[in-house]
């Protein structure tokens, strides 16, 4: 990992702290940052689509119907949206984050203590510059 990397993450989180939603009969094939896109089917919404909100840029694909696992989505009449379970990526970058009225919820990082070396490492480096 590249010692901007956190600092960029950092800023993107907060950049992106909220998701507009669109509604559509398809999921689209790119996706912006800070955009949440369901998929419905009369009125019935099936997978939700949106960046990943850490700033790494891989797409999350929710299922909504069907096989484990599913998301339970609901639906403001503002069209804000929440999303039950919390969203854990288990590959890349593992942000872990729950979808709450429109809002990105992060879950306590586990990646603290690395950022924090990382940052100390980076400091003592350009002190004895």
Not at 32 to 39: E, I, L, N, S, T
Not at 43 to 49: E, I, L
Not at 55 to 79: A, F, R
Request: proline share 7%.
């Amino acid at each position: 990992m590249k010692w901007w990397q956190p600092i960029y993450r950092w800023y993107y989180r907060w950049r992106y702290r909220t998701v507009a939603c669109e509604f559509d009969t398809d999921l689209p094939a790119t996706l912006q940052p800070g955009r949440c896109y369901v998929a419905m089917d009369q009125d019935f919404p099936w997978a939700v689509s949106l960046q990943c909100p850490c700033g790494c840029g891989e797409p999350i694909t929710l299922n909504l119907v069907g096989s484990h696992p599913v998301w339970k989505l609901t639906k403001t009449t503002e069209n804000l949206i929440t999303l039950y379970p919390s969203v854990w990526r288990t590959r890349g970058c593992e942000s872990h984050f729950w979808v709450k009225q429109g809002r990105i919820v992060w879950a306590r990082p586990h990646w603290t203590k690395q950022l924090r070396r990382q940052l100390y490492r980076w400091l003592r480096l350009s002190l004895r510059r």
